[in-house]
């Protein structure tokens, strides 16, 4: 029974990330959603929303059946690693609504999953879990199929510039603490203590912090005027502001009105009025000029709300596989979390279906990858999984 519950779940959670993957990109795409107005702070604001409906109707319905209050109640201990996880899960969100903007979900999928090659050695470090030469194999047939994934990659849409390489970089980092953070989660909880609780919970402290970003980080920004910038480089200006694909006509020409060329640089006319700078700031929003603030900017109730909608289609997926997470994170993460990523071999034939550019070594490079998934945890004949020892008992 053991195992059953193990694949049983593990194609669950497969299933609800690959869905993960293909709402937030079709939500972020005009031909599916219509013209974006949403960023992705706002985004995950609706997407947090929605999980934390999910899991509070889970929750209802466990409480109607007859479970006693006090088993929804995890324990200060608990509680304080699901908000650490909740934080790191928010940024992680954030990133999630950010890449599928400029790139389609097959190329940057695997990059953000890199953390896997270090899991067992967390594993061994924080619960004792043995490393075994299958998970050696394994990890280097992942390396190399991220390797072969980007080779003779020459479509621009498959190069990665520097602000996604560093999204890239903070959701490996946010996605294995999470990892581990679930672990110590389930591993501290009081007994009784099920998965919808515990994911109501991270909802929760999510959409708090969630919030309070889209509070203070537009706050920040008009202190510092992050979005009326005082002068700009000609060639930035001129190649990169007003070329830029998200301007109509009429935004070029209030660009055009508010900076005059002087020497190297364009600079802002003094003693504009406040209207004038709500225009500006307006466009450079609409660019995402400054990509790290403008991801917290945006109506929090747009006038498209089709975007909105996938983005609560993924909440139901999320809090889906946020609940299988949770239920198999009583055994150390890298028996299992790899296995709930074989998704990735699917990923570019799914792409191909969209009419997106595939290339053959993104395909090579996916199956590679999921052979190293799969070799690395082969050996459960010869070796039971154990459960994490919970120290409330």
Known sequence: MEWVFLISWLGIINGALGGQYLLNWMGNQERFAGKAETTPGVMTWW???SKLLWALIAVTIEIARGKELKYFWPGMLSMVTIGICAFTGVIENIGFFYLPRYYSPHVYAPYV????????????LLFKAPIRKEHWIGVSLVVLGLVIGKLGQSNAKSQ????AMVWILIINL???SQQILNNKTVQTAFQGVGANALVAWREVWKLVFITLAIIIFPIIAQSFKVHTPDKIAVEQFENSVIKNQKLDTLNVATLHKFYSKQNDQYVLQSNISVDEETQIKNVFIKM???RFFSLFEGKLFPNNWIPILFVVAAGLTGYIYSL???????????FWVPYTNVYFAILPFIMILFGEHVTSFQIGGAAVLTVGLIVGVSDYGKNKVVEIENINK
């Open 288 to 290: 995402d000029y400054n």
């Open 324 to 334: 299988g997470f949770f239920k198999l994170s009583k055994f150390a993460a890298h």
């Open 113 to 124: 999953n890199i953390y896997l090659v270090f899991l067992p050695f967390f594993g061994k």
């Open 174 to 176: 946010c996605l294995g």
């Open 160 to 163: 990665f510039d520097l602000s």
């Open 47 to 49: 997407r947090e929303i």
